[in-house]
């Protein structure tokens, strides 16, 4: 049987995070490209030397040349800047734009079949940038941001409730960024609704928490952002498109009337399978939590408007 082969572009420290992940659980042959010479060279006989000790069989090579991702069958791109210290992520938004559609452009090329993980911030704005330049049909492009702010929702109501991590789930919904959409309604422990077992001011203060997730992390790191936290995120999408799990995860998607919304990416529920976004799946939301959602999509929406694509 033949290994799959995943491309991660970009080396820095979400690229490389990612590239150790599917490594270690051996869900394909992994190339790592950067721009900058040696660098994912280095890494990635790095993460080869600790194959022996993982004990994984799979390769893992860096590489300058984008001839060595060709036939991927996942490309996922982490090039660009990371933010520091207050910087939002939009803030990244031209500079970010033109290396995602340079590097887009390239990769496609190539792998003219594969799926498109976005990881790039301002996340939402970046897949629609993917999605535009590649001319791929909207299940093959996705961004990751939800799995990863549902995880930090998740953690900081295990820490809380003092539960297993592994027994709380929660939903973020809309743009990875201020105005994202925490449904403490669709939060449970085992099965019990969040609001049984935390008063709202415990929920308000986990939301707001989780709306702030990425800038507590770059407020403590200074030079960069999170990306042990985005590289476990990409990895669950990796393994739901790879091994045909049809998991039910919030994935940025491009919607074309879901919601009432339009040519935007927007966090929402999709089925993640064999064939990518195999389905988007509409949940009958409260008129606030709709609102929230309108307003995450508009603030995505003029992301892509000063864009001009
Ligand atoms: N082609 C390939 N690689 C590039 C290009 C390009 N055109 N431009 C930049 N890069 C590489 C850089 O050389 C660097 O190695 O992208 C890498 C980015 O790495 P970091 O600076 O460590 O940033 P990281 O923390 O990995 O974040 C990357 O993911 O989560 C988002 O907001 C984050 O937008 C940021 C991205």
């Given amino acids: 049987m033949k290994r799959k082969k995943i491309t991660v572009i970009g080396a820095g420290n979400v690229g490389a995070a990612c590239a150790h992940w599917l490594a270690v659980r051996e869900l394909g042959d992994v190339v790592l490209f950067d721009i900058i010479d040696g660098l994912p060279q280095g890494k990635a006989l790095d993460l080869f030397e600790a194959s022996p000790i993982d004990g994984c069989d799979v390769s893992i090579i860096g590489t300058n040349s984008y001839a060595d991702t060709a036939n991927s069958d996942i490309v996922i791109i982490t090039a660009g800047l990371a933010r520091k210290p ?6 990244l938004l031209e500079k970010n734009s033109s290396i995602i559609s340079f590097v887009t452009q390239r990769a496609v090329k190539y792998s003219p ?19 535009q330049v590649s001319g791929f ?12 702010d549902a995880a930090r929702m998740r953690s900081f109501i295990a820490c809380e409730l003092q539960v297993s991590v592994e027994d709380v789930s929660a939903f973020v919904l809309g743009g990875h960024g ?9 939060s449970t422990v085992s099965g019990i609704p969040l609001t049984a077992l935390m008063t709202s001011e415990k929920i ?12 507590e992390i ?14 476990a995120a990409v990895g669950k999408m990796v393994e739901a498109i790879l091994k045909d ?13 879901e919601y009432g919304l339009s040519d935007c990416y927007v ?7 064999g064939q990518g976004i195999e389905e988007i799946i509409e949940l009958d939301l409260l008129p606030a939590e709709l609102a929230a959602l309108e307003k995450s999509h508009l603030s995505v929406r003029s992301l892509i408007e000063r864009l001009k694509i």
């Fill in 204 to 215: 308000d203060a986990i939301i707001e928490r989780t709306r702030n997730g990425g800038a």
């Fill in 267 to 273: 966090g929402v529920p999709v089925k993640l399978g």
């Fill in 137 to 148: 049909p909207k299940n093959r492009v996705m961004g990751m941001a939800g799995i990863l």
């Fill in 113 to 131: 079949d594969a799926f498109l993980l976005v990881v790039t911030n301002p996340l939402d704005a970046m897949a629609y940038v993917a999605k």
């Fill in 218 to 231: 770059v407020s403590f790191l200074k030079t960069g952002s999170a990306f042990y936290a985005p590289a």
């Fill in 86 to 91: 207050g910087m939002s992520r939009d803030d």
């Fill in 178 to 186: 201020e105005n994202m959409v925490p449904l403490a309604r669709y």
């Fill in 245 to 257: 799990k049809k998991r039910i995860f919030p994935v940025a998607a491009l919607l074309e009337g």
